[in-house]
């Protein structure tokens, strides 16, 4: 998955920004530090002629196997390289997240009533206070599984297919309503402030993260084609909050004639302009905007379902998050109000299945929070420390952000193997494993290798790194990875990595850069035919 690049336009946004780090994170693989390798068997035939195609002419290319109980290397070609990961530094991010706060940590966000309470009124104000819940209950199932798509919404605008999951962005605002009403309080004469003094928004990480989070700090914009040819596109949008406002002037056009779509928003985000055109014959198109106030927004929302709850509040819904009033402490202010999360492993998966950028970022400061600093830059020492731990070669690893999008971030194969390695060792072993995309089944690469011999087989995290290639007019792929487990026998998994650095499409469009991931999911699946003793 990547992004598309429609226009010479486009191209040259991506070009300036040195490079799109796209969705298809990478899996790293686990290695054993260095017990002694026999020699390395010859390239698979088959994999020999993936290399061979006119795309990686130019290009390096990267494979590791190890059997992690034994140290055992099978499989080694410039494995001591720095390679750009992609999304595949989610591999570290997430384990070290995933180690700090506990596979079952749960976000509880409280919201305390701060003042008077005279009968059913508070004299006072309601402060939510957000402890960095990536979902706030917009994604749970009744299950309490954390639900997602192959291909997530907060990729709309960049990848073709992007869906929405069913459940209501809402959910946890509305919670958090409904138990204030249950407290007894249907009327406050103050105002609701949200409390995000959890950590400081780094601008350095893009996206950016912040404590408090809802529908992932963006508006979904859904089109849908009219009767016919010439009418008005259908508009559905979400989660609706003041003073958000969209408008669409997309028009039908004949089936088989390309939808292209565009989003503009006012300064501030909340007046939402779509433009273009959408086939007869078309899926519904998804697009987003973003939040660009998540204090304010959450504000207005728990205002609105205050309202809904039956509470009433004195204080305007539309209006700046008033932070000058929240106390230093809550101490004697009770909890009227908590959401509790999900456990972090069903973040863990949904950051690793389709890797989600905004909450491999999250994790970094929440690492940061968990030695008390509310600068984020304080969790890469955190995450330092969990590496060493884990027996990572640290300075096999050059990491600026959670996600793999910072043009300095780069790993070795060798690294990513180690970072697997670890896992295998523990208790949660088949937990972690299972979080990654598996080839054939789900996540980013759901739609590979559907009916090959290692369906089911490979569990990898994937990743891409492209930009605008103006002066050949077509899209340069920096990088397409994966890494992670090979089921070699029932129970036994190995660990790999295959990724390609430098290669070039054809073309300026996004196809070519899905046949390059295609390619490299390919090379994965022969690794595994290969350590399986298939053909």
């Known amino acids: 998955m990547s992004p598309s690049v429609p226009s ?94 506990g596979s079952d940590h749960r ?49 709309a605008n960049d990848v073709p297919g992007a ?149 009433e509040v004195r204080a305007k819904a539309v209006g700046r998050n008033p932070v000058r009033q929240l106390p230093r402490t809550y101490q004697g202010a009770p909890t009227v109000a908590r959401y509790t999360s999900p456990a972090y492993a069903q973040y863990a998966e949904l950051i690793l299945k389709v890797s989600h950028n905004l909450g491999a970022n999250l994790g970094i400061c929440l690492m940061a929070t968990s030695t008390g600093s509310t600068n984020c830059n304080d969790g890469f020492p955190v995450l330092a420390k969990f590496l060493e731990h884990a027996q990572v070669d640290r300075k096999a690893v050059q990491l600026a952000d959670g996600r793999g999008g910072n043009p300095a971030d780069r790993a070795t194969p060798r690294a990513m193997a180690q970072i697997l390695t670890y896992w295998q060792r523990t208790p949660e072993a088949r937990r972690f494993r299972t979080s990654l995309p598996i080839l054939g089944v789900d996540g980013t690469l759901a739609d590979s290798c559907r009916s090959c011999p290692s369906r089911g087989k490979v569990f990898a995290k994937t990743g891409t790194a492209a930009g605008g290639d103006l002066l050949n007019d077509r899209l340069a792929v920096g990088a397409e990875t994966t890494a992670g487990y090979l089921e070699t026998r029932k129970g036994h998994f190995d660990v790999f990595f295959a990724g390609v650095n430098g290669a070039a499409t054809p073309t300026a469009d996004i196809t070519g850069v899905l046949t390059i991931a295609n390619d490299v999911a390919d090379v994965a699946a022969y690794l595994q035919q290969q350590a399986a003793g298939g053909q």
């Open 163 to 311: 869906t929405l999951t069913p459940e209501n962005p809402l959910a946890g605002i509305d919670q958090l309503a409904r138990q204030v009403r249950q407290s007894g309080i249907r009327r406050v004469d103050g105002d609701v402030v949200v409390d995000a003094r959890l950590f400081q928004p780094d601008p350095g990480l893009d996206p950016v993260p912040t404590p408090l989070i809802i529908n992932d700090n963006v508006i979904d914009l859904l089109t849908t084609p009219g009767a016919e040819a010439g009418t008005p596109a259908g508009l559905e949008w979400r989660p609706k909050v003041a003073p958000y406002h969209v408008t669409s002037s997309v028009r039908t056009v004949a089936a088989g004639k390309p939808s292209d779509i565009n989003v503009s928003s006012s300064p501030d985000g909340t007046r939402i302009q779509l433009s273009g055109t959408i086939a007869a014959d078309s899926a519904p198109v998804l697009r987003v905007s973003a939040v660009k106030d998540p204090n304010a927004f959450g504000r207005t929302a728990l205002i609105e379902a205050l309202q809904r709850a039956g509470v």
């Open 8 to 101: 010479r336009s486009a191209r040259r946004r991506a070009a300036g920004t040195l490079c799109v780090l796209l969705a298809v994170g990478v899996v790293i693989t686990g290695l054993v530090q260095a017990a002694p390798s026999a020699t390395p068997r010859a390239i698979d035939p088959r994999i020999a002629a993936v290399m061979r195609k006119p795309d990686y002419r130019h290009a390096q290319w990267g494979l590791f196997r190890q059997d992690p109980r034994t140290g055992k290397v099978t499989e080694s070609r410039y494995a001591d390289q720095f390679f750009i990961p992609g999304s595949a530094a989610k591999l570290f991010s997430v384990s070290g997240t995933w180690h700090t706060l």
């Open 107 to 155: 976000f509880v966000t409280p919201v305390h009533a701060v003042g008077q309470r005279r009968n059913a009124t508070l004299k006072g104000d309601l402060d939510l206070v957000a402890q960095g819940d990536l979902t706030l209950g917009g994604r749970t199932r009744k299950d309490g599984t954390v639900a997602f798509t192959t291909i997530d919404h907060t990729y």
